[in-house]
């Protein structure tokens, strides 16, 4: 059974950079047959997806945050991690971390972490 | 972008009911590429359906998918107390490739 953890700091202040880790068990990051995601929920709002990264390290981005966002991966530790540069209170969101296979559409996700932008 | 929208925001039904869920897209989309996940408060989205009408691992035959084109339906086919949630549609397609419904709440009247 494929787990996908998110970690990282639960509170950054306005400006900083948001850096999240998803640590995956249970399947390899390097399998070829599946891309690795960010998706953020805003505080009861819908989802948005943030971006992609294949074990190659070739990476997809939402237009809107494709300015601030970096999705890198860690075949030896079985990792991806998120930055998002610049963040300000709308970037306040629970911040999850999924599996794509082909790229299509989320099969297993993290359970999620809640990041909240204040001073 | 192709925008998704979801009808209606909200549904207020008892259990034992059937109940349709639409996702209209603003271009055509592919069946390949649409999906239905399901939420409930305080856990991560589910996925349901992939592929428009394959049902996920795990996921029970009351749950099926339809559609084609612009207009997609997911349908519980009798709601059980666990079905009230949130649901979504998600489509793969051109840039941004992955985009979201706004989601349909079910609730219990």
């Known amino acids: 059974q494929v787990q996908l953890q998110e970690s990282g700091p639960g509170l950054v202040k306005p400006s900083d950079t948001l850096s999240l880790t998803c640590t995956v068990s249970?399947?390899?990051?390097?399998?070829?047959?599946?891309?690795w995601s960010w998706i953020r929920q805003p505080p009861g709002k819908g989802l948005e997806w943030i971006g992609y990264i294949y074990y190659s390290g070739s990476t997809n981005y939402n237009p809107s945050l494709m300015s601030r966002v970096t999705i890198s991966v860690d075949t030896s530790k079985n990792q991806f991690s998120l930055k998002l540069s610049s963040v300000t209170a709308a970037d306040t969101a629970v911040y999850y971390c999924?599996?794509?296979?082909?790229?299509?559409?989320?099969?297993?996700w993290g359970q999620g972490t809640l990041v909240t932008v204040s001073s | 972008e192709i925008v998704l929208t979801q009808s209606p925001g909200t549904l207020s039904l008892s259990p034992g009911e059937r109940v349709t869920l639409s996702c209209r897209a603003s271009?055509?989309?592919?069946?390949?590429?649409l999906a239905w996940y399901q939420q409930k408060p305080g856990q991560a989205p589910r996925l349901l359906i992939y592929?428009?009408?394959s049902r996920a691992t795990g996921i029970p035959d009351r749950f099926s998918g339809s559609g084609s084109g612009t207009d997609f339906t997911l349908t519980i086919s009798r709601l059980e107390p666990e079905d009230f949630a949130v649901y979504y549609c998600?489509?793969?397609?051109?840039?941004?490739?992955?985009?979201f419904g706004g989601g349909t709440k079910v609730e219990i009247k």
């Open positions: 999924a599996r794509v296979p082909r790229g299509v559409y989320f099969d297993y």
């Open positions: 592929g428009a009408s």
């Open positions: 998600q489509q793969y397609g051109s840039s941004p490739p992955l985009t």
């Open positions: 271009q055509s989309v592919s069946s390949s590429y």
């Open positions: 249970g399947g390899s990051v390097s399998s070829g047959s599946y891309y």
